[in-house]
């Protein structure tokens, strides 16, 4: 049954949330070294939503004017019943909800392809940050490569529109990042760069490993002719084109040059705690809302009740010795 429309959210500076990022889980089969620690302790299970629970908040979110909803984690395939999820989120599409994607390291994505395909997924973010299997298996501590790029094939097999997502670390595979561009272009995928981001404690100074896509952009114009595209997405990637292969390539800079002034997202974490910006701690909690035996216009409220404290921009800072700026691993918040 479709929700009657409630009341859009508008936050204090105009923007309008039309964007939700749901973690579903903040396991993950996967120990990147920018996003974990290899000693991770994960939540406890009976402290995370069901995934009834996760439908129905995402179900008044959808009711309140979000238009695009991301399954993030961890990795989201890993939690029992994922797809039961993904199947009923899916038959929202069309009535209220414009788009349904999911983002996803790939390690599952070979058994799963054809089944999100069939739910009404059509786009996937999957994290790729090596081309090399042993520097794979280094960044990611546990990753199979192979597995990986069977999952990617099986995608676009499926019909599956793919965004590489790259985190781009000094020393590890800055020499990488042409390649991949070349790779993901050669397939018809679009190819993300990112800078790290100072989230949670991953047992190591991420100076030692942070680069400026400043810097990345440069090196690239030894390789490719980048023209500038007025391109956009939900997200906050700026794209070009890359002349020499005729695809996108997109940067995200939260650190050198952040992208809060048309920020439309919120995240949802997996205890349903209501996070309005990435990069700070400010969070309601409608886990106890919810649990109460809210109706719809209840939590609708508290939902307002967040968006209205939705920051101007995140504060994260990188800086050798710096604790991280929010003490929350990205696992947890979701990417």
């Not at 070294?33 to 629970?53: H, I, V």
């Not at 809302?289 to 109706?295: E, I, K, M, Q, W």
Request: charged fraction near 25%.
């Amino acid at each position: 049954m479709e929700l009657p429309t409630m009341d859009r959210m508008t936050d204090g500076f105009g923007r309008r949330v039309s964007y939700l990022r749901v973690s579903v889980t903040d396991r993950c089969d996967f120990r990147c070294s920018y996003c974990m620690s290899e000693s991770m302790s994960f939540l406890p299970r009976d402290e995370l939503l069901t995934l009834g629970e996760l439908e129905k908040l995402c179900s008044v979110f959808i009711a309140k004017g979000v238009r695009k909803l991301r399954l993030t984690g961890g990795e989201p395939l890993v939690r029992k019943g994922m797809m039961d999820l993904v199947r009923s989120l899916g038959r929202k599409i069309g009535s209220g909800l414009d788009e349904l994607t999911l983002t996803t390291n790939g390690s599952q994505l070979a058994q799963h392809a054809v089944q999100l395909a069939d739910a009404g997924v059509r786009r996937l973010n999957v994290s790729l940050d090596s081309l090399q299997a042993d520097q794979f298996r280094k960044i990611t501590k546990r990753g199979e490569l192979a597995r990986v790029l069977e999952g990617i094939q099986a995608a676009l097999a499926a019909g599956l529109k793919i965004k590489l997502n790259v985190v781009a670390m000094r020393g590890v595979n800055e020499h990488e990042i042409p390649d991949i561009i070349r790779f993901g272009h050669l397939y018809g995928m679009d190819v993300t760069v990112i800078e790290t981001m100072p989230m949670g404690d991953v047992g190591e100074d991420r100076t030692n490993v942070y680069l400026p896509l400043s810097e990345v952009r440069r090196t690239l114009a030894d390789h490719f002719t980048m023209r500038p595209l007025d391109y956009r997405t939900s997200g906050p990637a700026r794209y070009v084109e890359v002349a020499e292969t005729g695809g996108r390539l997109g940067f995200i800079t939260p650190m050198s040059h952040n992208f809060c002034e048309s920020c439309n997202r919120v995240r949802l974490t997996c205890t349903g705690t209501l996070y309005m910006c990435l990069g700070q701690d400010d969070a309601v909690d409608l886990r106890e809302v919810l649990r109460s035996g809210a109706d719809d216009v209840e939590l609708g409220r508290a939902i307002d009740g967040g968006i209205a404290r939705k920051p101007r921009g995140h504060d994260f800072v990188i800086g050798r010795g710096e604790k991280p700026a929010v003490r929350r691993h990205m696992s947890v918040t979701g990417g």
